[in-house]
């Protein structure tokens, strides 16, 4: 890691900051689609295939967010990216 400081300029902090809210709101309407379909599998096994295929659409979808935001962020504090396929 960098040891040099770095300060974000307040745009920069603020698309951070935009961006985790968006992040963070489509994991929120992601679960709770989730949820609603699981417990409407528990009364209608037919939903239960529409769960298993949001779940499959879903969290790819969250990952590759997750994925952006912290290189957005990485990159902002000085922070080189992790080798391709390292998950630590």
Sequence with gaps: MNETNRTLSPEELAKLQKKFSEIKH??????A???????????RPDYAEK???TVLNK????????????????????VKSAVAGDSK
């Design 26 to 31: 489509s994991i929120n309407n992601a679960l």
């Design 33 to 43: 689609v989730m949820m609603a379909l699981s417990e409407m599998s528990q009364r």
């Design 51 to 53: 769960l298993a295929t």
């Design 59 to 78: 969290a790819p979808q969250i990952v590759s967010g997750l994925q952006e935001f912290t290189q957005a962020l990485n990159e902002k504090a000085g």
